[in-house]
């Protein structure tokens, strides 16, 4: 069974640029989740979708960053523009059931550095 | 803001040795899991435990809970160079959402 995919691996961007990054989750699996890790630090999670609607996204910054889910499979975060502070890694995972906190699986996250 | 804390923050142990982290939280949960991260990769599930209950074994780990005193513990016997990784706990208080904590450095010496 393939596991998350994200892309890019690594991307670096100047302050104020624009970024997006992609994820696709394991076939089948309702539940998608977008985490930022900051070195150093435990993943936070960003946005939670089931199916192609958002079921938590409290801790988005919604004037910067933003994230779609079409069709319910693939999904797409955006950051524009960028800040320095925006430096981390961006995981995302997916789970079977949702919302549920049931094993989730990640993928290898993007590393974004804002310079 | 994340409501889990491990302890220690970094652990250097010979292999073959056992190595134990903890983690305190805060508020009352439906469950508490532990993840590996090794470096530069995404995490990997390790084992999930309920509030219901207070030990579960896989393999060479060996997960605590203690609800009463809001910890938890993950025991990895018999150390390998494969388990260098840091390790996190992760807590669902009921509103289907993970809050991790910034994990413990494990390096394992051969």
């Known amino acids: 069974e393939a596991g998350v995919a994200q892309s890019p691996r690594y991307k670096i961007i100047e302050k104020r640029q624009s970024v997006a990054f992609w994820c696709n989750p394991i076939?089948?699996?309702?539940?998608l989740y977008w985490y930022q890790q900051i070195l150093g630090q435990g993943p936070k999670l960003l946005i939670q979708?089931?199916?192609?609607?958002?079921?938590?996204d409290s801790q988005l910054p919604k004037d910067r960053f933003s994230a779609e889910r079409l069709k319910g499979v693939d999904s797409t975060l955006k950051i524009q523009p960028a800040k320095l502070e925006d430096s981390a890694v961006y995981l995302c995972?997916?789970?079977?059931?949702?919302?549920?906190?049931?094993?989730?699986?990640f993928g290898p996250g993007t590393r974004l550095t804002v310079l | 803001s994340q409501q889990g804390e491990e302890d220690p923050q970094a652990l250097s142990i010979q292999e073959g040795e056992n190595a134990t982290m903890n983690c305190s939280y805060k508020?009352?949960?439906?469950?508490l899991q532990w993840y590996r991260q090794n470096s530069g990769r995404g995490l990997v599930h390790l084992i999930l435990?309920?509030?219901?209950?207070r030990e579960k074994h896989s393999g060479r780990l060996r997960v605590t809970l203690d609800t009463s005193k809001k910890s938890s513990s993950l025991l990895i016997t018999a150390s390998r160079a494969a388990d260098t990784a840091s390790y996190f706990c992760?807590?669902?208080?009921?509103?289907?959402?993970?809050?991790f904590g910034a994990g413990t450095t494990v390096t394992v010496r051969a």
């Open positions: 995972a997916s789970s079977l059931v949702g919302p549920s906190t049931d094993t989730q699986y």
């Open positions: 992760a807590t669902d208080a009921g509103d289907y959402k993970l809050s």
């Open positions: 508020t009352s949960i439906n469950n």
């Open positions: 979708f089931q199916n192609n609607g958002v079921v938590d």
């Open positions: 435990i309920r509030s219901n209950e």
């Open positions: 076939s089948g699996h309702a539940t």
